[in-house]
């Protein structure tokens, strides 16, 4: 079966640096996509890997290992609008996304 | 730009009512999609629509009708309601994905609460 796993809830502080980890398992492969959804809001993209390696866009960096069906996504300079959920999701041969159940991140003072 | 538009942003509906949730994007996608998002799980895709006249079931469609008569509009209709389809509704727009590095995300809509009573 297709299935996304991430940590329920992370807990981090303001100005430090938190890494959110993804594995996946899906029929084909095209694509990881990393979106942020605030509380009582709708999802929005932060980023998309389809190659190995690291994306960078300012101070969030996603990484991908195909091999490893695992992704990371890296938040640094922490801020209190960083508080938020962060859903990942793997798309498809079919290309359909399948989400992960989202990662309530804290940031605390 | 508006981008998409859902409606209502919020209902409670007795069970056993029919209702439909208005979902239209000006973004010109082709591509539209229905998900459910519940407390614990991620987003489930309903139904989507990779072009105008063409829809298809996706993981949980039971209850759930659509119908894409126009590029923009994308209505999700519950025939008779049931306190399971207590749930927020989104509705998302991309281009229609394809090979290659093109990354065609999604745009989400801004939801729509729904409760069944």
């Known amino acids: 079966g297709q299935n996304i796993d991430q940590p329920t809830e992370m807990t981090a502080t303001e100005g430090a640096i938190v890494q959110i980890n993804c594995t996946y398992q899906?029929?084909?492969?095209?694509?990881l996509f990393w979106y942020q959804q605030h509380a009582g809001e709708a999802p929005t993209f932060l980023s998309y890997n389809v190659l190995d390696g690291l994306e960078e866009k300012g101070r969030f960096s996603s990484f991908l290992s195909r091999s490893k069906g695992y992704s990371y996504l890296l938040l640094k300079e922490l801020q209190m609008k960083d508080s938020a959920s962060y859903l990942c999701a793997a798309r498809d041969s079919n290309y359909q996304l399948i989400w992960g159940a989202g990662t309530k991140l804290i940031i605390k003072p | 730009t508006a981008g998409i538009t859902q409606a209502p942003t919020s209902q409670i509906l007795a069970a056993g009512r029919s209702m439909t949730l208005r979902c239209t994007q000006d973004m010109r996608h082709n591509a539209m999609y229905w998900y459910r998002q519940d407390l614990g799980l991620g987003l489930r895709l309903i139904h989507y629509s990779n072009t105008a006249g063409t829809t298809g079931k996706g993981e949980v469609p039971d209850g759930y009708s659509v119908s894409r008569a126009n590029t923009d509009d994308f209505p999700l209709t519950l025939a008779s309601a049931v306190p399971s389809q207590t749930s927020v509704y989104f509705c998302?727009?991309?281009?229609?994905?394809?090979?290659?590095?093109?990354?065609?995300?999604?745009?989400f809509g801004p939801g729509t609460r729904l409760t069944v009573l």
């Open positions: 998302a727009s991309s281009e229609i994905p394809g090979g290659g590095a093109i990354i065609h995300e999604q745009f």
């Open positions: 899906t029929s084909g492969f095209n694509g």
